[in-house]
Nanobody
């Protein structure tokens, strides 16, 4: 049984930083690509960032490029999302997801992720 548990969300002022973590269990984490998505109230779930199995390849949404950094520690079964220069429009529930199919890819398509965490709320005040 695969489980993904996110943490690190909270309330922060615009311009501040947060670091999200997602701990995975139930399968060989180092074999899978991982992604972060977010969903704001009344909006569709959208891609934020993804990282391949080794961490050698990453992908970012244009809206977060230069501000967010994804990384992973396979020894700790954990993927991170460092978020800097936060803006009110970054307010959303952030979800991590696991791609079991192609470990080398960094997909922007949520359909290609088989497992999802429960999400962590990020609120950025202006």
């Amino acid at each position: 049984q695969v489980q993904l548990v996110e943490s690190g969300g909270g309330l922060v002022q615009a311009g501040g930083s947060l670091r999200l973590s997602c701990v995975a269990s139930g399968r060989t984490f180092s074999s899978d690509a991982m992604g972060w998505f977010r969903q704001a109230p009344g909006k569709e779930r959208e891609f934020v960032s993804a990282i391949n199995w080794s961490g050698s390849s990453t992908n970012y949404a244009d809206s977060v490029k230069g501000r967010f950094t994804i990384s992973r520690d396979n020894a700790k079964n954990t993927v991170y999302l460092q978020m800097n220069s936060l803006k009110p429009e970054d307010t959303a529930i952030y979800y991590c997801a696991e791609d079991l199919s192609i470990k080398a890819r960094t997909s922007m398509n949520p359909i290609e992720y088989e497992y999802w965490g429960q999400g962590t709320q990020v609120t950025v005040s202006s």
